[in-house]
């Protein structure tokens, strides 16, 4: 099995959760509990697809990295992005499910207190993952050694 459309999927995954996130929040600002419900438990679903494929990809290479082959103030930024996309990216996932879990079981307000904080960090993971397939799939200099 070939992985080479796995990152561009993965890529694909992240910015339909985003999406979907920005939605579940103008939805439950509206008053639109149960399309707030749908959109969110959506996000959520389509960010477990997304960890599936990468997971799938990553042991598919072996786990290995894709290098960013730029030098200078743009592998200074790809380095801060990733430093701080990477650890954030592993909060998303229990923060996702205690959202869900309050938020199915009307505990509102610890709901509304987790998701003041979980909300702008997925959104961020997402927005981040999105610009890391970029950079390393499309505007990497020659000499990368793509995975």
Same mark, same amino acid.
């Given at each position: ?16 959760? &985003? ?13 639109? $509990? ?9 996000? /959520?679903? $389509?960010?477990?697809? /997304? ?11 072996? /786990?290995? #990295? ?9 592998? &200074? ?6 430093? &701080?996309? $990477? ?9 996702? =499910?205690?959202?869900?879990? /309050?938020?199915?079981? #009307? ?20 927005? &981040? ?6 950079? =390393?799939?499309?505007? #990497? ?7």
């Amino acid at each position: 099995m070939d992985s080479s459309a796995l990152p561009a999927l993965n890529a694909s995954l992240n910015a339909i959760a &985003t999406v979907l996130l920005i939605w579940g929040r103008l939805a439950i600002r509206r008053g639109a $509990v149960a399309l707030h419900k749908r959109l969110m438990i959506g996000a /959520f679903g $389509v960010s477990t697809a /997304f960890l599936a494929s990468y997971v799938t990809h990553k042991a598919m290479r072996d /786990f290995e #990295n894709t290098s960013y082959n730029a030098v200078g103030v743009a592998k &200074t930024l790809y380095l801060l992005m990733l430093a &701080t996309h $990477v650890p954030l990216a592993a909060t998303v996932p229990v923060m996702a =499910l205690f959202l869900i879990r /309050f938020g199915l079981t #009307n505990q509102l307000e610890r709901h509304r207190r987790l998701a003041r904080w979980a909300w702008p960090i997925w959104i961020y993971v997402g927005v &981040t993952g999105v610009l890391i397939y970029f950079v =390393l799939y499309h505007w #990497n200099p020659p000499g990368a050694g793509l995975a």
